[in-house]
């Protein structure tokens, strides 16, 4: 249990255009649900926190404008990063949890290797 | 304030036991967790530790100290593909997940 995929694995854009990456709870409902972003050898950064159904929250530093997501669904979380260039080149991983019997642990998609040209 | 450290890199051979320890302080806790990270893939559970002890999952064990703001990743019988980034992380007051920035170990044979 607890499977959580994304879609796509990888995907190589030109500047300025948009990418939506989807991130999906096969097996359970996903009550939160968060997106990372993270840069070769560097740590985890979170970048906002879903609720289904309720506008995401945001960390400090992130454009909320430029990184939309939307969550409207307990199964699924979409991030569009708008307008694309280079420097948000990165790893996108999401991760979910439940608020049942999988507690508070997070469980984390593949991840989306976005690479801006 | 909140912070978390943990060494940045470990080296061990292949058949013996490794000890990755994290300390932690915070006002809030609400379990660690430890994560497997292997190169250009996103982390897998490993193991979730919210009362003080030990928590043994075949070779891999969790070990918590709430009151010293401790713990301990112990793997066993170290195969190469233990070779991996581990990473600790708190849950704050708020559900909010702390990450460290992760240890890098490098399995020889």
């Known amino acids: 249990g607890a499977v959580v995929s994304q879609h ?3 995907v190589i854009c030109k500047s ?7 991130c999906r709870s096969l097996d359970f409902q996903a009550t939160t649900m968060f997106w990372y972003r993270q840069f070769p050898k560097q740590s985890l950064m979170l970048m906002a926190t879903s609720n289904e159904g309720s506008k995401a929250t945001y960390e400090q530093g992130v454009e909320k404008d430029k990184f939309l997501i939307n969550h409207a669904s307990l199964t699924l979380s979409t991030l569009t ?3 694309a260039h280079p420097e948000d080149s990165s790893f996108y991983i999401c991760s979910a949890k439940s ?4 507690g508070e642990t997070q469980y984390f998609g593949p991840g989306t290797r976005l690479l801006v040209l | 304030g909140q912070n978390i450290d943990q060494p940045t890199e470990m080296t061990a051979t292949e ?3 490794v000890q990755i320890n994290c300390t932690y302080q915070t006002s809030g806790f609400n379990g660690l967790f430890w994560y497997q990270q292997h190169a250009g893939e996103a982390p897998t559970f490993l193991s979730y530790n919210v009362l003080d002890g030990l928590e ?19 793997l066993k019988e170290l195969q190469m593909k233990d070779s991996a980034s581990y990473l600790c992380a708190f849950m704050d007051s708020n559900y909010q997940l702390i990450w460290g920035a992760g240890t890098k170990l490098i399995i020889k044979p």
């Open chain 2, 56 to 74: 043994e999952k075949g070779r891999f064990s969790s070990f918590l100290s709430r009151s010293k703001g401790y713990s301990y990743l112990l």
């Open chain 2, 15 to 17: 058949g013996a036991i």
């Open chain 1, 16 to 22: 300025g255009t948009s990418v939506k990456i989807e």
């Open chain 1, 99 to 102: 608020s049942g019997s999988l």
């Open chain 1, 81 to 83: 990063v708008t307008s």
């Open chain 1, 8 to 10: 796509p694995s990888w």
